[in-house]
Nanobody, 127 residues
Framework: QVQLVESGGGLVQAGGSLRLSCAAS????????MGWFRQARGKEREFVAG????????QYGDSVKGRFTISTDNAKTTVYLQMNSLIPEDTAVYYC????????????????????WGQGTQVTVSE
């Protein structure tokens, strides 16, 4: 059983920054890809950023390119999402997700591929 715990959300003014963390425990050593998704009120959950175990497949959603950066720690147990130049449209619950399937390591990031999810952390960006 994999457990994912997000932290780092909060309230920030437009133009500010936040860093989200996602700590993986359990069978964490078996992950192939980790992703961040977000869901704003009344909208579908959307892809934000993804990284594979060797950091050779890093992708971003179009709306966050150039502003957000995904990374991992050396132990590969924590994934970070550095969010800069935040805008009100970034307001959402942010979820960390894990895909343990190695043959998808270099695939595009599709929500349905991720079988383990965290509980989410709220990010609110004020005007």
């Amino acid at each position: 059983q994999v457990q994912l715990v997000e932290s780092g959300g909060g309230l920030v003014q437009a133009g500010g920054s936040l860093r989200l963390s996602c700590a993986a425990s359990g069978r964490s050593a078996s992950w192939a890809r980790m992703g961040w998704f977000r869901q704003a009120r009344g909208k579908e959950r959307e892809f934000v950023a993804g990284i594979n175990y060797y950091a050779s497949n890093i992708q971003y959603g179009d709306s966050v390119k150039g502003r957000f950066t995904i990374s991992t720690d050396n132990a590969k147990t924590t994934v970070y999402l550095q969010m800069n130049s935040l805008i009100p449209e970034d307001t959402a619950v942010y979820y960390c997700a894990l895909d343990s399937t190695r043959f998808r390591s270099n695939s595009p990031y599709v929500r349905a591929d991720f079988g383990s999810w965290g509980q989410g952390t709220q990010v609110t960006v004020s005007e």
